[in-house]
């Protein structure tokens, strides 16, 4: 088995502030992904990566960075935090292919004021 | 887009009724996760359920990708079933899960 861990768990932030979050996964998947949750809108992708050192856009990218430097961290960065913005952060990972399964962190829970 | 179509939206259970949730895709499938949450809590995998039937103590998942859909059966329930459920697809060429909205279920004693 493995885990899934983020950091922070909560993030406080100020209006225009950039903000990073991280994922680490010691499953040795290929593939990691960033989804935001809304309350009432399920889950979104943000941004996903195959390897290391790749990066893909989701559906969500825009505001938002990402990097992966090693096989085992993927970073997400919301560029400008907006202001009454509240969501949670969801990692993940899988192994190679999108027909696999996907196993989740515990999410970074962020409030912007 | 692929969609993802769950409901009901949210139910309301008396503890040892039977419930019923499912899921609709608009494109064909390659993978299915049912997944559960608590307020605010993290998402807890149930199922991985390409296609067919599973079962895990009171639930039982079944995947049927000629028709587009998955349901998710619950027996019994209890008042610890209460939370969210979620079911998420996987499609051809795609690398992430599409999600649905959830079904948030309240169960009481």
């Known amino acids: 088995g493995g885990i899934i861990t983020q950091t922070p768990k909560f993030l406080i932030g100020q209006e225009g502030q950039k903000l990073t979050l991280k994922c680490q996964q010691n499953?040795?998947?290929?593939?990691m992904y960033w989804y935001r949750q809304d309350s009432g809108k399920g889950l979104r992708l943000i941004y996903y990566?195959?390897?290391?050192?790749?990066?893909q856009k989701g559906d969500l990218s825009e505001g938002y960075d990402a990097s992966r430097e090693k096989k085992s961290s993927f970073s997400l960065t919301v560029t400008s935090a907006q202001k009454n913005e509240m969501a949670v952060f969801l990692c993940?990972?899988?192994?190679?292919?999108?027909?696999?399964?996907?196993?989740f962190g515990p999410g970074t829970r962020l409030t912007v004021l | 887009g692929q969609q993802v179509q769950q409901s009901p939206a949210s139910l309301v259970l008396q503890e040892g009724e039977n419930a019923e949730l499912q899921c609709n895709f608009s494109t064909s499938l390659n993978s299915m996760q049912w997944f559960y949450q608590r307020p605010g809590g993290s998402l807890v995998s149930l199922f991985y359920n390409p296609s067919g039937t599973k079962q895990s103590g009171r639930l039982t998942s079944t995947t049927v990708i000629k028709e587009r859909r998955s349901s998710l059966h619950i027996s019994s329930s209890q008042t610890t079933d209460s939370g969210t459920y979620l079911c998420?697809?996987?499609?051809?060429?795609?690398?992430?899960?599409?999600f649905g909205t959830g079904t948030t279920v309240s169960v009481s004693p």
């Open positions: 499953f040795n998947h290929d593939t």
């Open positions: 993940a990972s899988s192994t190679w292919g999108g027909a696999n399964e996907q196993y």
């Open positions: 990566s195959i390897t290391e050192n790749d990066l």
């Open positions: 998420a697809m996987g499609y051809q060429g795609g690398r992430a899960l599409i």
